[in-house]
Each structure stands twice: as C-alpha cells, then as structure tokens.
C-alpha cells in the first residue's frame, strides 16, 4: 500500500503556484520523498525528489517539514500545460537491497485559463 | 520523448491469442520494469529487471512471461488473457536501483 495521503483535486489559475500537499507520516528515516505526474494518456514524468532538505530544480520545488511527515511540492508560475495527475511517493525497500516506488491515486491539478 | 520507447501503443487481443508488448531504452540503464495502470487503479509494479536479471516479480500471474534479453530491451509476453486484465502497461528503466524512472508512453491493451 501507498504511504502517502493527497487530496484527489485541486485547481489553480493559469499564473500562479500550485501548491500540492502530501502526508507521509509513517515514512521512515532513510525512505525518500518522490513527485511525479501523469500528463493524459502519457507516462509519468519525473518531477523532484528529496530526503530531508528543501530541493528546487527547472520545474519545481520540494518543501518537506522538518519531522518529514508531511511536504509540498510547489509549481511557482503553473500553466495549461501543468494539468495533470501528481504522484507523491515515498520510495520503499524490498529485496535484494533495491527500492521500489508504490504509487498511489494522486491529486489531479486542473490549471484554469 | 523519454528516451523509453514502447511498442504497440495500442493492442487488442482475444483470450486465445498470444502477443508481447516490447520496450526499448535509450539512456545506457541497466534497471528495467514492467508497471500496470488499470481504470480508476494506481499504478502497480509488476516486474523489475537489474542487469537483466529478475529481481521482483510482484505476484503476478503466470499469464504474463517478462523477458529481458539485453539491458535496453525488455519484452512482456502474453496468453491466455482475461478481460480484467486490459490495461495501460508502462515500461520503465532507471540508472541502478535507486534512479530515477523514466517511463515510456505505455502499450494499451484490450482483451476481448
């Protein structure tokens, strides 16, 4: 099962930043925090992941609080092209010393004109 | 373009038939998976592969045979379908287990 709790929708106007909670409260120390998205009919894409500090790249920013349960993934200046299914993810352990991603149902971001 | 390319886009298949789906990367990873997204479902891992080695075969059925012959090529081989079973399959392949993925467009398949 997913670790992660995001609410299923969210809007925001063409222009601003999207701001997209997700809980992880069980996380554990060494689990990272990954985001990606889901563009209609496409496969996800990568977006930013994070540990324990605050991570920015050419898409986004990742804002994860100090206890590590809970983060925010910030889309500063979202467009049309934005709107999306995002995917909060907390990469896992399992066999042979290799990780895994278990995704979970996401927030849809609707970006509106 | 991820670099994941994934062939047929779109298949339909009767419960008799045998067909694969096949992905190829272009990135020079050695970590390969095969992922499903079934309607209203979150995506589930179904196998992965590490230096064409399987590592992780998610209790998948015996209906679906991955194969991987080489690090940029990873086949899934189907029969004996059944209708549940239609889907988005997604391909992936990252640089070591702990990559991050790049997934294809997926395959869409329709069992009949």
């Not at chain 1, 120390?29 to 990954?34: A, D, F, L, P, R």
């Not at chain 1, 995917?87 to 927030?107: D, E, M, Q, W």
């Not at chain 2, 499903?36 to 059925?61: C, D, G, H, I, T």
Request: aromatic residues 8%.
């Amino acid at each position: 099962d997913a670790k992660t709790t995001q609410p299923p929708s969210m809007d925001c106007a063409e222009g601003r930043a999207a701001n997209l909670p997700c809980n992880h409260s069980t996380i554990s120390g060494n689990e990272y925090v990954y985001w990606y998205r889901q563009i209609h009919s496409q496969g996800p894409q990568y977006i930013i992941h994070g540990l324990k500090n605050n991570e920015t790249n050419e898409m986004a920013s990742l804002i994860i609080t100090e206890d590590r349960k809970s983060s925010t993934l910030i889309l500063p200046h979202a467009t049309l092209r934005d709107t999306a299914v995002y995917y909060c993810i907390v990469r896992v352990p399992f066999s042979g010393g290799y990780n895994k991603l278990i995704f979970g149902a996401g927030t849809r971001l609707a970006v509106h004109p | 373009e991820t670099g994941v390319t994934q062939t047929p886009r779109h298949l339909v298949m009767g419960m008799t038939n045998k067909k694969s789906l096949k992905c190829e990367q272009h990135l020079g990873h050695n970590a390969m998976y095969w992922y499903k997204q079934s309607a209203k479902k979150p995506l589930e891992l179904m196998f992965v592969y590490s230096l064409e080695e399987r590592v992780e075969n998610n209790s998948v059925p015996s209906r679906f045979s991955p194969e991987c012959p080489n690090s940029s090529h990873l086949f899934l081989h189907l029969h004996t379908l059944q209708p549940e079973d239609s889907a988005l399959y997604l391909c992936a392949s990252s640089l070591g287990q702990n990559g991050e993925l790049f997934f294809g467009e997926g395959s869409r398949l329709t069992v009949l």
